[in-house]
Each structure stands twice: as structure tokens, then as C-alpha cells.
């Protein structure tokens, strides 16, 4: 039963995370994610995890490579918050709510926490 759910779960992780390759998001972390618990439901996926997982430190380094790139983060993920706000605030805008604008919130927390974790691992391993 546990190889099942873990099976499942890593299914649809690597299914949004596919998803998230193309769209904005953090696909390779959630491709890792789903291969990590593929590979502990069916063993023949662990020679996936390796490469995908280079390939996700690779996009985590890159991320917070410059302060440039961590100040568009971080005003990406304001925005998403600020859009959010107001998608609850203003329900008169198209496809206005609290669905919507809980998930606009959702986004950009998240965006905002994967950056602070990849700037601790990035840059608290060289200091």
C-alpha cells in the first residue's frame, strides 16, 4: 500500500513539475521530488534521480547567481502577492475571487521561499 501512495504521489509531482518546465515555476525541484519517491515505490527509476537532481542544484545556483536575478525574484513574488490582494479584494476583475487570489498568494510565498532556501544553500555553502 505504501509503494502505491508513494508511487502516486511522485506521479503527480513529476506531472506538475513537467508542467512547470514550460510555465513559471519550480519544475526541476518538483520533477526531483517525484522521481525521489518514484524511485522508492519502483527502484528502476533510480537512475533518473542523479541527473535530474544535477540538474535542478544547476537552475538552484543560477537562480541566485547575481543580485539581479534574486531582486526579480523577489519583486516576481511581491507581485504575485500584490495580484493575489487585490484578485480578493476586487471581485469585479475578470476571474477575480479568493480561489484565484489565494492561489496568486500561494505562488508567490512559495516563490519567495524556494528563493530564500536556494540562497542559503548557494551562498551559505561558499561563506
Same mark, same amino acid.
Request: aromatic share 6%.
Given at each position: 500500500m505504501a $509503494?502505491?501512495? /508513494?508511487g502516486a504521489a511522485g506521479v503527480v509531482l513529476v506531472t506538475v513539475g513537467v508542467v512547470l518546465l514550460v510555465l513559471p515555476g519550480p519544475?526541476?525541484?518538483l520533477l526531483l521530488a517525484g522521481l525521489v519517491l /518514484?524511485? $522508492?515505490?519502483?527502484?528502476?527509476?533510480?537512475r533518473y534521480v542523479e541527473p535530474v537532481r544535477l540538474k535542478a542544484m544547476e537552475g538552484v545556483e543560477a537562480s541566485v547567481a547575481s543580485r539581479w536575478r534574486i531582486a526579480g525574484s523577489v519583486l516576481a513574488g511581491?507581485?504575485? *502577492?500584490?495580484?493575489g490582494v487585490v484578485a480578493i479584494l476586487v471581485p469585479s476583475l475578470p476571474l477575480a475571487g479568493w480561489p484565484t487570489g489565494l492561489s496568486l498568494i500561494?505562488?508567490?510565498? *512559495?516563490?519567495?521561499g524556494l528563493l *530564500?532556501?536556494?540562497?542559503r544553500r548557494v551562498h551559505g555553502a561558499r561563506g
Open positions: $509503494r502505491v501512495a /508513494l519544475g526541476m525541484l /518514484l524511485a $522508492r515505490a519502483v527502484p528502476a527509476f533510480s511581491l507581485g504575485l *502577492i500584490g495580484a500561494l505562488s508567490g510565498l *512559495i516563490l519567495l *530564500i532556501w536556494s540562497h
